[in-house]
């Protein structure tokens, strides 16, 4: 086994912090139950906020840190009885490239109850081109599901469309058999992407960022917003009676300008998607669940690979919202 590898590290450089790529040792790694040989990362908008010199805020709590919320690789030590070598695994959240270090590095030593167990029909690289953003994707679907909302009921309307979370979600819903109607900025620049996902209306950004009324005409059975903000504001005010919106992002803005009118009179459901902390048993599920639903020719059109060497240069792209789709990150490249 190689005793030196790379990785993308955050450390204060300067005075200003930022992530790089270094050699590191086994030795260096935390010392966890299991050792894995990492095959795939990816990126994410997270992943930009902690890699970028030009992030806006910190999100590493102790340096130094390897970056990477994501990662898919193979077991090769393990002192944990459920995990044996040769286990096929991912890993999302759980404080990866906040807390701990994360998917960026050739090799990491993870805690046992990170494991999610690989679906057979997915690859590894596959999984990571779904990765956070698919999975968080997976976790609006179930939410849309669970709730009830069958695809007869209307039409589902995707805000921030063209990202990874947005674009999966489309790409879900449609195979599922939804009306998908996609909102994003750049419909000069994407719209014909997210008509190849199964998207069967596209609408503006700007139809929705608009200041609105407490409530509109009834149009939406159900929601997946990825902006949040302003926009999150329309789209509830547009959802239909016992709709339901599965709320995952911020790139709109944190704050909501609403009333309590949409919930009391349309008995509407805020579903909040948090894909750090899920517990095990609805990560393995919507993993599970991914594997049986995913167009896997749709989603070779979504993501690109890249070599480990380029992701801070990817990061400051995916900060300023130049990245279409998903990327894969590998890390042996």
Not at 16 to 21: A, E, N, T, V
Not at 74 to 98: C, F, H, M
């Amino acid at each position: 086994m190689t005793d030196v590898f790379n990785a993308i590290v955050a450390d204060e450089i300067d005075g200003i912090l930022k992530g790089r790529l270094v050699k590191l040792s086994l030795s260096d790694l935390p010392d966890e139950k299991i050792l894995v040989d990492v095959a795939y990362s990816t990126v994410n908008f997270k992943d930009g906020l902690a890699v970028s010199e030009h992030s806006p805020i910190r999100i590493a709590q102790q340096l130094p840190m390897v970056c990477g919320i994501d990662l898919a690789g193979t077991v090769v030590e393990s002192s944990a009885p459920d995990w044996q070598k040769g286990d096929r695994i991912l890993v999302n959240g759980y404080g990866l490239s906040e807390k701990y270090w994360g998917g960026y590095s050739q090799k990491a030593r993870l805690k046992p109850e990170w494991l999610i167990r690989m679906p057979d029909a997915l690859s590894l690289e596959q999984a990571m081109a779904i990765g956070t953003a698919g999975y968080t994707a997976m976790l609006c679907v179930l939410a849309i599901e669970d709730h009830g909302v069958k695809p007869e009921d209307g039409p589902i309307l995707v805000t921030g469309a063209s990202g990874g979370v947005g674009s999966i979600t489309v790409s879900l819903l449609a195979t599922l058999g939804y009306e998908v109607v996609a909102s994003t900025g750049r419909i000069s620049e994407n719209g014909g992407f997210l008509k190849d996902l199964g998207a069967l209306r596209l609408i503006e950004r700007e139809e929705l960022s608009r200041p609105s009324e407490a409530m509109e005409a009834e149009t939406w059975a159900g929601v997946v917003d990825c902006v949040g903000g302003q926009t999150l504001a329309t789209a509830l005010a547009q959802t239909c009676y016992n709709g339901v919106i599965a709320m995952t992002g911020l790139t709109g803005g944190t704050e909501i300008n609403t009333t309590v009118m949409p919930f009391i009179l349309r008995n509407i459901s805020l579903h909040g998607i948090d894909s750090v902390q899920a517990p095990h048993d609805k990560r393995q599920r919507a993993w599970d669940r991914l594997a049986d639903v995913m167009d896997l020719n749709k989603l070779a059109e979504i993501y690109s690979k890249e070599p480990l060497s380029r992701v801070p240069e990817l990061a400051d792209q995916i900060l300023g919202g130049q990245i279409k789709g998903r990327i894969v990150i590998d890390v042996n490249a």
